[in-house]
């Protein structure tokens, strides 16, 4: 059966921050969304690339060489290989697109670090279908 799903509800539903819960797979891939506050941790995924969009708020995403600040709307590509650190000021809601290989925090473990079983628990959503929002 086809499900339509609003991103947006589905991050609001979200009661943890920095823990990506997956709403869909394409392909290779899961799309996820997740609520952010704070800072990440500095950590790479050497093999994947990682999509950020964001659905609300703004984030600020620290590389070796920069920084990229997205605000609602926005997207950016992390390249596979490059050091990053997501932080949010104030709450950002993201959806993210990443292979099913990319592990959360990359090479680095700690207390905010998700295993892929954490982000495929079901996720209660009101009114499954989805507002449109």
């Not at 609001?12 to 506050?37: C, M, N, Q």
């Not at 932080?87 to 993210?96: D, G, K, M, P, S």
């Not at 959360?104 to 079983?117: D, N, S």
Request: hydrophobic share 35%.
């Amino acid at each position: 059966m086809l499900t339509r799903l609003s991103p947006r509800t589905a991050a609001r539903a979200l009661t943890e921050f920095w823990s990506p819960r997956v709403i869909g797979e394409l392909d290779d891939a899961y799309v996820k969304v997740a609520k952010l506050h704070g800072s990440l941790t500095w950590h790479s995924h050497e093999h994947e690339d990682e999509l950020f969009f964001i659905l609300k708020g703004h984030l600020r995403i620290e590389l070796e060489d920069g920084v990229v600040t997205l605000g609602e709307g926005d997207l950016f590509i992390v390249p596979k290989g490059t050091r990053h650190n997501p932080v949010a000021e104030e709450e950002c809601h993201v959806l993210l697109v990443e292979r099913k290989t990319t592990l959360h925090t990359g090479e680095v473990t700690t207390e905010k670090t998700r295993t892929l079983a954490e982000q495929l628990r079901p996720l209660p959503l009101p009114g499954a279908g989805g507002d449109g929002s």
